[in-house]
C-alpha cells in the first residue's frame, strides 16, 4: 500500500521560502508510471494545484505561482519536495502531496495534509 | 487558471439521488476526458471517487457515478447514505499541461 508523509516547519515568515518534504513508502518514486504533486487548500477554502514533477525530472506549476514554485525529486531517498519564495499570509493552507497516475490522470495516493501557517 | 464553477451546496434525503455539476471551458473539462471527482470529510485528505469522467477506483460505491456533456461534468451520488456527507471536488487537465479543481460542493443529508 503506498503512503505519502509530508513534513516540515509549520511556521515560517513572510518573505521567506517555505520548505516541504513528501517521504513516498510502499513503492518506489522512480516508477514511470506516476507523476508527483503538490496541492494545496487553505482553511474553509477550496483545493489548488501547485505542480508536478515526473520520474525525469520535468517539471508542471500552476501558472499563478510559476515564479515563486521549485519542485525537486530525490530518488535515493525517494522523496519529492516543495519550494515556495516570497510567502505572504495568502500562503498559509494545509500542502498536500500527491501521486498522479500518468495513465488515468488521477490523484489516485495523497499525504495527510500539513498546516503551514505564515506569520512573523 | 480560474477554478471550475460548482454549486455550493446540494442537499438530499436517505435514499434520494442528487447531482452536482462542475462546469469548465474547452481547454479543460470540455476538451479532455480527464475529469475526476474526490470527496473530502473535514480534517481530512481529498479521496478519489470517480477518474476519466466516469470510471471508478476500485473500492468505491457503484452509487456514484460520473459523466460529462460539453464543458460540464456531473458526479451523481444514488442512495444518498450519511456517509456521504462530505465536500466535494471536480479536477481535470487543462490545454496548459497543468490541472484546476472546482470550488467545491458541500452535500448535506437531511
Known amino acids: 500500500q503506498v503512503q505519502l508523509q509530508e513534513s516540515g516547519p509549520g511556521l515560517v515568515k513572510p518573505s521567506q521560502t517555505l520548505s516541504l518534504t513528501c517521504t513516498v513508502s510502499?513503492?518506489?518514486?522512480?516508477?514511470?508510471?506516476?507523476?508527483w504533486s503538490w496541492i494545496r487548500q487553505p482553511a474553509g477554502k477550496g483545493l489548488e494545484w501547485i505542480g508536478r514533477?515526473?520520474?525525469?525530472?520535468?517539471?508542471n506549476y500552476n501558472p499563478s505561482l510559476k515564479s515563486r514554485v521549485t519542485i525537486s525529486l530525490d530518488t535515493s531517498k525517494n522523496q519529492f519536495s516543495l519550494k515556495l519564495s516570497s510567502v505572504t499570509a495568502a500562503d498559509t493552507a494545509v500542502y498536500y502531496c500527491?501521486?498522479?497516475?500518468?495513465?488515468?490522470?488521477?490523484?489516485?495516493?495523497w499525504g495527510q495534509g500539513t498546516l503551514v501557517t505564515v506569520s512573523s | 487558471q480560474s477554478a471550475l464553477t460548482q454549486p455550493a451546496s446540494v442537499s438530499g434525503s436517505p435514499g434520494q439521488s442528487i447531482t452536482i455539476s462542475c462546469t469548465g471551458t474547452?481547454?479543460?473539462?470540455?476538451?479532455?476526458?480527464?475529469v475526476c471527482w474526490y470527496q473530502q470529510h473535514p480534517g481530512k485528505a481529498p479521496k478519489l471517487m470517480i477518474y476519466?469522467?466516469?470510471n471508478r477506483p476500485s473500492g468505491v460505491s457503484n452509487r456514484f457515478s460520473g459523466s460529462k456533456s460539453g464543458n460540464t461534468a456531473s458526479l451523481t451520488i444514488s442512495g444518498l447514505q450519511a456517509e456521504d456527507e462530505a465536500e466535494y471536488y471536480c479536477?481535470?487537465?487543462?490545454?496548459?499541461?497543468?490541472?484546476?479543481f472546482g470550488t467545491g460542493t458541500k452535500v448535506t443529508v437531511l
Open positions: 510502499g513503492g518506489s518514486i522512480s516508477s514511470g508510471s506516476y507523476y
Open positions: 476519466d469522467v466516469t
Open positions: 514533477i515526473y520520474t525525469s525530472g520535468s517539471t
Open positions: 479536477s481535470s487537465y487543462t490545454s496548459r499541461s497543468t490541472y484546476v
Open positions: 500527491a501521486r498522479g497516475d500518468n495513465w488515468n490522470d488521477r490523484f489516485d495516493y
Open positions: 474547452s481547454s479543460d473539462v470540455g476538451g479532455y476526458n480527464y
